[in-house]
């Protein structure tokens, strides 16, 4: 009898082991989430983070999401897929400034499909990297605008600048 439910014991647990639901896999990082579609929506809080860490591995303080320049981003990346090309950076930061920010700094760009590609992109060319890296820098806004009829499909405006006037 020991020996039939030494058999028993093993293949039992076995069969419980096969009926256990499958683990499920965690949802894409929102840093490899297209932006290459109508309804998608930056992870503005990642961004600050990835973009907070970079900084930081570089003895600079992090950023904070502020509301106004991540409207001004969104209203950046809208007109750029509306008129189908990258803005002026010089322009929009004149914009920025005009509004009460103090040292603005902008990247815009097109082509990236996802955060991590932007800000792979942008840690690569200098001229980027130095609104990434902006010492006087404490806020931050980010935004994308998909247009799907587009060469390029997805537009970036990211801003940072120095506290408010």
């Known amino acids: 009898m020991k020996r039939l439910i030494l058999l028993i014991l093993p293949a039992l647990a076995l069969a419980a082991c096969q009926s256990e639901k499958p683990v499920q896999r965690s949802q ?19 961004a600050r983070d990835m973009i907070g860490a970079y900084r930081g591995n570089n003895g600079l303080r992090p950023l904070t999401l502020d509301p106004d320049l991540q409207a ?17 950076a010089e322009a929009f930061k004149a914009r920025l400034a005009s509004s009460g920010f ?11 499909h996802t955060l991590a590609e932007a800000f792979s992109g942008w840690r690569e060319s200098p001229q980027h990297n130095r609104v990434l890296l ?14 799907p009829n587009s060469k390029y499909k997805v537009y970036w405006a990211l801003a940072v600048a120095a506290d408010r006037r």
């Open 102 to 112: 103090t040292a603005p700094a902008a990247n815009l760009s097109a082509g990236y």
């Open 28 to 46: 894409t990082p929102s840093f490899y989430v297209s932006m290459a579609r109508a309804d998608a929506v930056v992870d503005a809080a990642m």
């Open 134 to 147: 902006d010492s006087r820098a404490t806020r931050i806004g980010i935004a994308t605008a998909y247009t």
């Open 72 to 88: 001004a981003a969104q209203a950046e990346a809208d007109a750029m897929a509306r008129a189908d090309k990258p803005s002026s």
